[in-house]
């Protein structure tokens, strides 16, 4: 189980609600299952709308995860993320803090996503 916390000045409060990690479920579809409203358009890493910034929670090492190349295409773009920061994705496997939620795969970590 992984805690995933919302918060937004969009939400009149934040919103904290328990994904289950490994049934791959993408941040985009939590926060649907649970009415938060997280904008989307293509749903497919495509667009760029569901841009989020996501901060981990806990004191371990964040999980390494891989950005698709749409994903890492689109960040670029939207210069969400920097060279730098791509380069350490690609070669450290650390996670740059923004994403986007059509494409990110919870994982069992604590996780406070900004949108
Ligand atoms: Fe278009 Fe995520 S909804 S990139």
Same mark, same amino acid.
């Given at each position: 189980m992984?805690?995933? /916390?919302? /918060?937004?000045?969009?939400?009149q409060r934040d919103v904290t609600v328990?994904? =289950?990690?490994?049934?791959?479920? /993408?941040?985009?579809?939590?926060?649907?299952?649970?009415q938060i409203p997280v904008s989307?358009?293509?749903?497919n890493g495509e667009c760029g709308?569901?841009?989020?910034?996501v901060s981990i929670l806990e004191r371990k090492a964040p999980m390494?995860?891989?950005? =698709?190349e749409k994903e890492k /295409?689109?960040?670029r773009y939207a210069g969400k993320i920097t060279?730098?920061?791509?380069?350490d994705a690609e070669t450290n496997d650390v996670p740059p803090p923004?994403?986007?939620?059509?494409?990110?795969?919870?994982?069992d970590e604590d996780i406070l996503v900004t949108f």
């Open positions: 992984a805690n995933v /916390t919302f /918060t937004s000045p969009r939400m328990y994904a =289950t990690a490994g049934d791959c479920s /993408t941040l985009l579809s939590v926060a649907q299952k649970h989307f358009e293509c749903e709308s569901c841009a989020i910034e390494g995860m891989h950005l =698709t /295409t689109v960040l060279a730098a920061q791509l380069a923004w994403r986007l939620a059509c494409q990110f795969i919870v994982r």
